[in-house]
């Protein structure tokens, strides 16, 4: 079998590829202009476990 120079081997072509996507990620990443921020809970409502309604069925129906 004979290669031509021009083209790449196959491992050689899929680290380029590789690292092509991943520096394409790092470079939309870097591009983005919003900013999330975090939920903050509101002070004086209780955030947590409630037990609701269609809890306490799904509990019942899981007893055995």
């Not at 790092?26 to 037990?51: D, F, H, I, M, N």
């Amino acid at each position: 079998m004979t290669q031509s120079k021009k083209s790449l081997p196959r491992r050689d072509f899929l680290k380029a590829a590789g690292i092509a996507g991943g520096a394409a990620g790092v470079a939309a990443a870097a591009l983005t202009t919003t900013s999330a921020k975090a939920a903050t809970p509101q002070a004086g409502k209780g955030s947590g476990y409630r037990e609701t309604e269609h809890i306490r069925k799904y509990y019942e129906s899981a007893r055995y």
